[in-house]
């Protein structure tokens, strides 16, 4: 078979054309092979000078079984063979790859995570997944953009190490639920400049609703109780009143400081799940009030209400 291994057929036709008197790429040419294999194999089997079929095909089957036998036998990883951690890495990359990741950092990542704690260094990552050098540099770069890789000097040379910390997934967490926060309130923004009863709106209305819940489930909150206990007490001010409040009306109403208002409003926009099922809405720079949230209720059910 081109390209394979010679055979013992081979071999024989390499003795037969050679004592023919044809040259190496006369005879390469005839098999199918590079003109380097031929002078490589008659070099290596060639007893001064005389090359005989029987020999080389002994010689080259003695050199298989000292390659085989000094193979090193492949390591252990937390007691699985490394074949089977090969097969788990390329197994999770795929999947990683599946939600937006890009492959090739897919996989830096999958070998990371199950690398020790020592991490492993950019040589280490070469090796493992045989790829160039820029490579992994661009997926390294590409990983610690999003906060998913640390490197720290490693403590036997020059040489930088990544690993994966046991901070990452908090960080992965945060930076997801404040992107879901941020879908969510365009979405809110978007009802308002189309219209809660228009398509665009009913979309926007949907995608809100869902970004909003995944938000607030997502949402490890920083809010201590006295926030949320104040932030209840401005809605039902607000409820109360039934009319738009300033921020000083209600701190003075209230008999609290401005900044203890500001940060009861502050935190019902950030945690908008606190006025469920309504909202609180800006009618000035400095002026709030109640509105139901865009979401609650289909446009059907509004005009349905408003009859």
Do not use: C
Not at 183 to 194: D, H, S, V
């Amino acid at each position: 078979m081109p390209g394979g291994r010679l055979t013992p057929e081979d071999r024989r036709q390499i003795a037969a054309w050679l004592a023919d008197g044809l040259g190496y790429a006369e005879i390469g040419r005839r098999l199918g092979r590079p003109t380097s294999t031929i002078s490589r194999e008659v070099a290596r089997n060639g007893a001064s000078g005389d090359y005989l079929a029987d020999h080389a095909q002994q010689a080259a089957g003695h050199r298989a079984r000292r390659r085989k036998r000094a193979r090193p036998a492949e390591p252990a990883t937390d007691g699985q063979p490394t074949e089977v951690v090969r097969g788990f890495v390329d197994q999770f990359a795929t999947l990683l790859a599946a939600t937006g990741l890009p492959r090739m950092a897919a996989r830096v990542f999958a070998s990371l995570l199950t690398a020790d704690a020592g991490g492993l260094t950019a040589a280490d990552l070469v090796r493992r997944l045989q790829v160039s050098p820029a490579s992994i540099s661009k997926s390294i770069g590409y990983l610690e953009a999003m906060e998913l890789v640390v490197r720290q000097p490693d403590p036997g040379g020059r040489r930088e190490r990544y690993l994966i910390d046991d901070d990452v997934w908090l960080r992965a967490w945060q930076a997801d639920t404040g992107a879901h926060g941020e879908i969510a309130t365009a979405a809110q923004r978007g009802i308002e400049i189309f219209g809660a009863d228009t398509t665009a709106g009913a979309r926007l209305g949907k995608m809100g609703q869902f970004f909003a819940r995944l938000s607030e489930y997502m949402s490890d909150s920083t809010l201590t109780d006295a926030i949320v206990y104040d932030a209840l007490t401005v809605l039902a001010a607000l409820v109360h009143a039934g009319r738009p409040l300033s921020l000083d009306t209600l701190a003075t109403a209230l008999d609290w400081s401005q900044d203890r208002a500001t940060a009861a409003l502050d935190a019902i926009h950030r945690q908008p799940a606190i006025a469920d099922p309504l909202a609180l809405r800006a009618v000035g720079p400095t002026t709030y009030t109640l509105t139901t949230r865009p979401d609650r209720l289909s446009p059907a059910q509004r005009e349905a209400l408003d009859k």
